[in-house]
């Protein structure tokens, strides 16, 4: 059964660069069917999706975010990761990640959830 | 950007009701919709996709419905295990979420 495991600081101070991994078990992270997301929710507010991975690298970044998001996968880890820059307060949120379906060079829904990681962004 | 739209946000039922929450699309988006269940502090589970199809374990009594810029996820009989918050998802032009409702105890 396919697992997936956020890692990573639950702190970071404003203007710094927040850092999590995803650890992919059960599965591999090169399967051609999928692509690899992270998804994120403030306190007490709904989901906002942050950006998706290939296995070969290539890459989907929600346009609200992009100039401070960094997707990268490393297949021989079997993890993907995700780094934002220049946090605020604003980015406090629980970061999910999460196996995003693809097929026909479409991408769909995500399935399954890692079980999710607070950040939170203060000095 | 393709914005859903969900209500009610809060929705107070009891156990053995039947409930009916409806998602909005600011454009078309064809059958492009999956449904989540979220209990608290759990990650969001995958429950419908393309608008109308069951993930396989998930019980018979969700169901989906709808096309376009309109859709409604249906709890044939609320559950004790029913009680979570709800959330909506095109992936028609990348990929949103609707703000989520809330089923509570009544």
């Known amino acids: 059964q396919l697992q997936l495991q956020e890692s990573g600081p639950g702190l970071v101070k404003p203007s710094e660069t927040l850092s999590l991994t995803c650890t992919v078990s059960?599965?591999?992270?090169?399967?051609?069917?999928?692509?690899w997301g992270w998804i994120r929710q403030p306190p007490g507010k709904g989901l906002e999706w942050i950006a998706s991975i290939y296995y070969s690298g290539s890459t989907y970044y929600n346009p609200s975010l992009k100039s401070r998001v960094t997707i990268s996968v490393d297949t021989s880890k079997n993890q993907f990761s995700l780094k934002l820059s220049s946090v605020t307060a604003a980015d406090t949120a629980v970061y999910y990640c999460?196996?995003?379906?693809?097929?026909?060079?479409?991408?769909?829904?995500?399935?399954?959830w890692g079980q999710g990681t607070l950040v939170t962004v203060s000095s | 950007d393709i914005q859903m739209t969900q209500s009610p946000s809060t929705l107070s039922a009891s156990v053995g009701d039947r409930v009916t929450i409806t998602c909005r699309a600011s454009h078309s988006i064809s059958s492009w919709l999956a449904w989540y269940q979220q209990r608290p502090g759990k990650a969001p589970k995958l429950l419908i996709y393309?608008?109308?199809t069951l993930e396989s374990g998930v019980p018979s009594r969700f169901s989906g419905s709808g096309s376009g810029t309109e859709f409604t996820l249906t709890i044939s009989s609320l559950q004790p295990d029913d009680f979570a918050t709800y959330y909506c998802?095109?992936?028609?032009?990348?990929?949103?979420f609707g703000q989520g409702t809330k089923v509570e105890i009544k």
């Open positions: 999460a196996r995003h379906y693809y097929e026909q060079q479409l991408l769909f829904w995500f399935d399954p």
């Open positions: 998802q095109q992936y028609n032009s990348y990929w949103t």
């Open positions: 393309k608008a109308s």
């Open positions: 059960g599965g591999s992270i090169s399967s051609s069917s999928y692509y």
